[in-house]
């Protein structure tokens, strides 16, 4: 028996028709009828990543998941399978236990999934294994070997910022700071600085584009597998087509210029391809480029001290683990394996129980008082357990010298005292828009 269509029915209606039916189908399915149904957030994140998603792009994911946990409380459903954390225990249950990262993180695989670093491996023991072939150049007796280099960028950051002073130019903090951050790493790793304080300019536009990228890589994380067949694709690579990537060319560039360089240092990219030559089955040369991209990545966000660290965080996005098969209970409330789980930063240490009523309050004394003690175990800006930030020692040894180095020998005053301080957090915390007057102590 043959069916025609019923008259002014066509396909496309029925295919959207059903589409439409199916959409409505999953919603509904997380909605009511999932593990986390009766943890309350907001309506769109109960059945999508919407609300991730729009926040991301908005630029201040942080405040608005502090004042979602402030509303809700401890736990808050932010996706449709992610719950933010804020109770006491989840630092401990969720960064400290050894368990899965989200998918999320599989797109820090830069540029396409061939260039694998211990930040996109999601397995908890693997990125242990990939993590020590690269350990030894973070190290702090590695690091503490580039400390007059650290001081040659300070100086030459000093002098620039002496020359801006002369003819009263405002300075841009956030791009001078990120000058120096990009020169440090490429002390450390290539046994050359980019050049961006000899030359005070975003050499190839590296700083402004990669602005573009994290956005980017930030939000393709949530939709990894179809980043992985687009954009994250090795063919689309070769033809260069991966958003702003100048960072990756410049990177690529430093390689090959310390390939010329007769005057190479024992820097970090020296132990890596020490690396490549005594294991070349567990260390391959993808492995290689893909840590080296990391590391200029996250080194060169480098920004501010502890109790600044604490208020300001420079990473603003949930760090999420995956429940593991025995399922996790957490303040009493247990959660079943697959559910994702993020603890964010800035909800952590903003958390009036852990630091204290003045917790959204600028007070350094806070650690030297009896409490100081009790806080460690919420301070968490480099992150906590096995996934934390290698580059901790680096960002501490260069940001301490360089923060009190410009605080004892310059004046700093806001172009506009009225202004307050303006930045964008998508993955991590980025100012700008900031200029400030600059004169040298005790000058005329
Ligand atoms: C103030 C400075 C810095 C802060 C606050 C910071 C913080 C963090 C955080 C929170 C993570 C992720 C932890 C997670 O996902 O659980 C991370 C990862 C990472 N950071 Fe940093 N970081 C800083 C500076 C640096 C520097 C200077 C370097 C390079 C020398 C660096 C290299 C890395 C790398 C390679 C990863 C990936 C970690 C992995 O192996 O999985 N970071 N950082």
Known sequence: MFFGLAEGVSYPTIAATLLFAYILVVAIRRRYFSSISDIPGPFVASFSVLWEIWSIIGGHIEFKTIALHEKLGYFVRISHNEVSVSHPEGVRKILLNPIRKADWYKVMALLDHRFQTPMSEVDPKMRVERAKNVAAAYSLS?????????????????????????????????????????????????????????????????????????????????????????????????????????????????????????????????????????????????????????????GADTACLKETWRLHTPVALGLARVVPKEGLTIGGRFFEPGTKLSIHQWVIHRSKESFGEDANEFNPSRWLEPRGQAMEQYYIPFGAGYNSCPGRNLARLEVSKAASTLVRDFDIRQVDPKQSWTYECHFTAVPYGWPCYVTRRGAL
């Open 142 to 298: 590695h690091i503490i070997k580039f400390e007059p280099y650290v001081d040659g960028a300070i100086s030459l950051l000093s002098k620039r910022l002496d020359e801006l002073a002369s003819v009263s130019k405002p300075v841009e903090f956030d791009k001078w700071f990120n000058y120096m951050a990009f020169d440090v790493i490429g002390e450390v790793t290539f046994s050359n600085a980019f050049g961006f304080l000899e030359s005070g300019k975003d050499l190839g536009g590296s700083i402004a584009n990669s602005r573009v990228l994290t956005l980017y890589v930030t939000l393709a994380g949530f939709f990894y597998s179809f980043h992985k067949y687009t954009l994250g694709n090795p063919i689309v690579n070769k033809l260069n087509l991966m958003p702003q990537q100048h960072i990756f060319d410049t990177t690529k560039r430093a390689i090959q210029m310390r390939q010329k360089n007769p005057d190479v240092r024992n820097d970090m990219l020296s132990l890596w391809l020490q690396q490549l030559k005594e294991y070349p089955d567990r260390f391959k040369e993808n492995d290689m480029y893909g840590v080296v991209n990391a590391t200029v990545g996250a």
